[in-house]
């Protein structure tokens, strides 16, 4: 593999890959989080490390085996991640922001477990920091990833848009989250969107590791 990796298509470059769901705590025992398993950005991280690239992979709890030769650097909550990533992409050439960061928080974090005396209740949620929008180095390639349940290319055109990116990744958030297959729709601001047949997770990390290595050296000529 190192001997591959040597002569691979992102040889001498440096990708931060996200993945997993964050945690964000409601009290000490209690979290909000979501269905992701983790399985595309770690695909991702092993898929750019076998393309010959220097690999850090920020991840969120998930059960996954940590994969050989990458940096591996573990991470709870949106905040947590965002730390993270701001750190990694210093020397980095690309982003590739695969993790289902949670949207909100609980506002204040209960100092002891809430206990059950009332009938209802309700949590206020503030916004998190939206990572992948918020990093801005010049030069870097910037992929995002699109879960969606409705109107699949055009939610994905607008986050391309809004978030800057190079590339982004849009699918349908119940036939992948969790899954080992994905069909997925690749959007670029040049071209149209096009949609790759139904793939296990492996070959899929194999297809978008290629286009950030064109992307990267497209980048650097
Ligand atoms: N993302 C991020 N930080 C967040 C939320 C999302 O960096 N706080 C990234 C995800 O990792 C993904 C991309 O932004 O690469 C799109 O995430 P998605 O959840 O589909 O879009 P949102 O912008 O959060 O919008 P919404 O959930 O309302 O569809
Ligand atoms: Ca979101």
């Known amino acids: 593999r190192a001997m591959l990796g040597r002569h691979g298509p992102l040889a001498g470059a440096r990708v931060v890959v996200t993945a997993g769901p964050t945690r964000?705590?409601?009290?000490?025992?209690?979290?909000?989080?979501?269905?992701?398993?983790?399985?595309?950005?770690?695909?991702?991280?092993e898929a750019a490390r076998d393309?010959?690239?220097?690999?850090?992979?920020?991840?969120?709890?998930?059960?996954?085996?940590?994969?050989?030769?990458?940096e591996v650097v573990h991470v709870q909550t949106a905040a947590e991640m965002a730390e993270a990533v701001q750190a990694a992409?210093?020397?980095?050439?690309?982003?590739?922001?695969?993790?289902?960061?949670a949207d909100y928080r609980?506002?204040?974090?209960?100092?002891?477990?809430?206990?059950?005396?009332?009938?209802?209740?309700?949590?206020?949620?503030?916004?998190?920091?939206?990572?992948?929008?918020?990093?801005?180095?010049p030069g870097l390639v910037k992929v995002g990833f699109a879960a969606e349940t409705e109107r699949l290319l055009e939610h994905g055109r607008a986050k391309l848009e809004a978030k800057r990116l190079d590339l982004l990744v849009a699918n349908d958030a119940r036939e992948t989250m969790g899954r080992e297959e994905s069909q997925a729709y690749l959007l670029t601001a040049e071209r149209e969107p096009e949609a790759l047949p139904r793939l296990p997770k492996t070959v899929l990390a194999e297809i978008?590791?290629?286009?950030?290595?064109?992307?990267v050296r497209a980048r650097r000529a």
């Not at 978008?208 to 064109?214: L, M, S």
Request: net charge negative; with cysteine.
């Open 208 to 215: 978008i590791v290629d286009r950030v290595a064109r992307l």
């Open 51 to 70: 393309a010959g690239a220097q690999v850090t992979l920020i991840t969120g709890p998930t059960e996954r085996q940590l994969p050989f030769e990458v």
């Open 24 to 45: 964000e705590p409601i009290d000490p025992i209690r979290f909000i989080s979501n269905h992701s398993s983790g399985r595309m950005g770690y695909a991702l991280a």
């Open 106 to 137: 609980p506002s204040r974090v209960a100092p002891e477990k809430i206990k059950k005396t009332e009938e209802q209740l309700s949590l206020p949620l503030e916004r998190t920091i939206d990572i992948l929008a918020s990093v801005q180095r």
């Open 89 to 101: 992409v210093e020397t980095a050439d690309a982003l590739i922001m695969c993790a289902a960061v």
